[in-house]
């Protein structure tokens, strides 16, 4: 078995030996042949020459056409972006004019004579298009000289306890601006249903000489019914201290006088005046320590919430009417 092994492996070597004599030989005779007979080494080697070009000029076009590809490629996104930037542009342009369309304030516009819009383009007066805006729900005007708060059920001569006309001239010993939330509110209410020409310095004065002034605390509670009383105002307690009971109150014509505790009133013990029903059920107040906040409408809900935990003399919540007729 190992002689054959020899054997085998000594006959590749003579075959090897062979062909690489025969390549030997034919290389030195091309060298030969390319210095005695170019014309014949040229004839040789010209296929080998030909496919050599052939390979390298393939190489060559597709290279050149891989480069065209990219640079078309690289042209087509530039544009594809320069497109999309300017739709995009165009798109952010209409969206913001859109935005402004709907959000610019409307007007309403009413004809007066009730047949619609009007055929002709320049209508005559008579029936021209009249603009007309949503009145407030309340406001504050001057009619002599005082403040009125309009839209409640009563339109109230509105007096603000801190008013430098009035703020330090003495409740009792203390000033009127930081005490005097009971004389002030009392002498809106008399104000507005009564005949009666007062304010709150006024009322103050009565109220110290009546024995409704608490030294360093205000006024007693007894001052709704007693100031109501003096001045021909019926007043009687709201027992049944709801919403809904309120919002009928008031829409009967009548004011409601609260006694409020810590909350968005005050901080401490405060009367304020609540004047009205609007047609979505929030009330308006008059707060003789804020007109911001009698300008405001509000849940009665929270009014009812904040108000004080006294139960004497009526307190926290008083119905007043004006002595029936």
């Not at 092994?5 to 060298?31: K, P």
């Not at 304030?105 to 008579?126: H, Y």
Request: glycine residues 8%.
């Amino acid at each position: 078995m190992k002689k054959r092994d020899r054997s085998n492996h000594r006959g590749r070597n003579i075959v090897l030996s062979i062909l690489l004599a025969v390549l030997c030989i034919g290389a030195a005779e091309l060298a030969a042949c390319s210095h005695f007979e170019p014309e014949t080494y040229d004839r040789i080697v010209a296929p080998a020459r030909y496919a050599a070009t052939v390979v390298t000029d393939a190489c060559r076009a597709g290279l050149d056409a891989c480069r065209a590809g990219l640079e078309a490629v690289g042209r087509f996104c530039h544009a594809t972006a320069v497109r999309a930037a300017e739709l995009a542009g165009q798109a952010a342009r209409q969206v913001a004019a859109l935005w402004e369309e709907l959000t610019a304030p409307k007007e309403v516009v009413l004809e007066v004579d009730g047949s619609g819009p009007p055929e002709t383009p320049e209508p005559s007066p008579s029936t021209a298009p009249v603009v007309v805006t949503e009145p407030p729900l309340t406001e504050v005007v001057e009619e002599g000289g005082k403040q009125i708060l309009t839209g409640g059920s009563v339109n109230i001569t509105y007096f603000c306890q801190s008013d430098e006309q009035w703020a330090e001239q003495p409740y009792g010993t203390d000033p009127i601006g930081p005490y005097g939330c009971g004389p002030t509110a009392m002498a809106m209410a008399v104000a507005s249903m009564t005949d009666t020409d007062t304010d709150p310095a006024v009322m103050a004065a009565w109220a110290v000489e009546h024995g409704y002034w608490a030294r360093r605390s205000g006024s007693y509670h007894s001052i709704v019914r007693g100031t109501a009383r003096a001045f021909g105002l019926e007043v009687e307690a709201l027992p049944s201290r709801t919403a809904d009971e309120v919002r009928r109150v008031l829409r009967e014509g009548k004011l409601l006088v609260a006694l409020v505790g810590p909350g968005h009133f005050t901080d401490g013990g405060h009367f304020i005046l609540l004047r009205g029903v609007t047609l979505s059920g929030d009330v308006l107040v008059a707060d003789p320590n804020s007109l911001e906040r009698s300008l405001e409408l509000w849940d009665p809900q929270i009014v009812l919430d904040e108000l004080s935990s006294a139960r004497d003399n009526g307190a926290p919540l008083w119905v007043l009417s004006a002595p029936a007729t």
